[in-house]
């Protein structure tokens, strides 16, 4: 993909927009673009550097996320708002052709690398709620005050806040910029990139460590872990990213949306989709971030497709889809018959969240009925009745934690209002 039209090759220590911008190492890519970390000299933060391939189409989709990004970020000026910054955006002229950049705030590792650190275990529920907080925030704010659907949000797509990164504490994590490329050394960045590997290790086995045991579930080897310092650094906060398929709610972006196992079964049957869809997404990955698991991984399998697996296993985990439903869609004739049941899928093994949550992760009873209160309504066949991210932050579930310690803070005021 490094030629016309295709990816920019970059080697650390190259200049972006006049100097302004210092290449540092490579943080990851996708699709469309490679994602680098950047030395801002202006402002002297670090920051990631989005280089979009060069072909018209790859230059016309980096000018929507370009405009979706401005919109979230003009509407937000106090940053608060769960979602990733867009710095500053140029063109960037190379042997491949002309790159669309983007400067997005520079942030942590994303939810997926957590729950892999964590061995697909599972968090425990105050960092679940702790994170869903950030996700509903960002939703709500999107959803209500821009119209705006993300269209794929998923674990990979939201990415943690944590002053372990160089950009918010350079000195402590003991990173500091490559300038130039030093003389006689065209890898110029072994230095930094063995600081930040082992920095990057001290890390995951710090999340490691904290690899929250289920009860039930054995409580480890030996010595109870102590939480290491360098957990400071992670307060669990994050921002959604990749804005790149998102799209307003009056000109939806393209029929099929999501990644698979986040879709949402008014995507699968083309019955129209709007802010409801993201919210049946998060569903996904609040289950996913609790249990280490997918909720749904659909397959291909002998006389049926993968999205009639999918609707299959979404009725055995949530009940029958209703039939005016499962009907309505533009693709309702291939999967369902008229009475509203599968046409090649016909024993189904309905179960329900709760006891799934029971069952395979070994919930206790109290936390699967509570978690599953929380999920099922967004897990609604009709996204209609699904509730909108402004509810789900009204949900008794997200709102434990602090109900506890209100509880707690009302108490130490009645013994100190005692000891008087
Ligand atoms: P794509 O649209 O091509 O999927 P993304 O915006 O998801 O691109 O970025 C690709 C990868 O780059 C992400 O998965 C992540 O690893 C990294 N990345 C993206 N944005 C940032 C950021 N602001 N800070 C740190 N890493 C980032
Ligand atoms: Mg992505």
């Known amino acids: 993909s490094y030629r016309k039209g295709g990816y920019h090759a970059v080697r650390i220590a190259d200049n972006f927009s006049a100097g302004r911008y210092i290449a540092q190492k490579k943080l990851g890519w996708g699709q469309f673009s490679t994602v680098w970390l950047a030395y801002d000299t202006e402002s002297s933060k670090y920051v990631a550097l989005k280089i979009q391939k060069s072909a018209p189409q790859f230059s016309q989709a980096a000018i929507h996320e370009i405009e979706i990004l401005s919109a979230v970020a003009a509407g937000d000026p106090s ?3 769960c ?3 867009l710095v500053d955006h140029f063109k960037h002229a190379g042997p491949n052709g002309q790159h669309l950049c983007m400067v997005l705030e520079f942030l942590g590792d994303s939810l997926l690398s957590l729950i892999k650190y964590n061995r697909y275990k599972g968090l425990e529920f105050h960092r679940v709620r702790e994170i869903s907080r950030c996700i509903l925030t960002a939703l709500d704010y999107l959803h209500r005050e821009l119209r705006i659907i993300h269209t794929d949000l998923k674990p990979e797509n939201i990415l943690l806040c944590s002053n372990i990164n160089p950009s918010k504490d350079p000195i402590r994590s003991g990173v500091t910029p490559v300038l130039e490329r030093p003389e006689g050394n065209p890898n110029g960045g072994v230095v930094i990139s063995s600081i930040e590997k082992r920095l990057k290790q001290r890390a995951k086995r710090a999340v490691a460590r904290i690899s929250e045991r289920r009860i039930g579930m054995g409580g480890g080897v030996g010595r109870t872990p102590k939480p290491p310092r360098i957990l400071d650094g992670i307060d669990f906060t994050c921002k959604v990213v990749d804005f790149g398929n998102a799209c307003w709610a009056d000109s939806p972006i393209a029929e099929e949306i999501q990644t698979r ?3 949402a079964p008014e995507v699968i049957l083309q019955s129209g989709y709007s802010f409801a869809a993201d919210i049946w997404s998060f569903a996904c990955t609040a289950f996913e971030l609790a249990t280490g698991e997918m909720m749904f991984t659909p397959k291909t399998g002998q006389g049926f497709s993968e999205d009639e697996d999918h609707l299959a296993m979404m009725m055995e985990f949530l009940g029958k889809i209703p039939r005016k439903i499962a009907t309505s869609g533009a693709r309702s004739k291939e999967y ?9 899928i016909r024993r189904l093994k309905y179960g329900s969240i709760d006891r799934l949550l029971v069952d395979k992760y070994k919930f206790s009873d109290a936390d699967a009925r509570e978690f599953a209160g929380f999920l099922s309504p967004m897990l609604d066949f009709d996204p209609d009745k699904r509730p909108t991210a402004q ?8 709102n434990a934690d602090s109900e506890t ?10 013994e100190i209002k005692a000891k008087k």
């Open 79 to 81: 940053n608060d708002k």
């Open 83 to 85: 979602t990733v910054r």
């Open 261 to 263: 196992q986040y879709r």
């Open 336 to 344: 369902f018959d008229r009475y509203g049941d599968l046409k090649r």
């Open 391 to 398: 509810q789900c932050l009204q949900h008794p579930w997200l």
């Open 405 to 414: 310690s209100r509880l707690n803070a009302g108490m130490n005021d009645l």
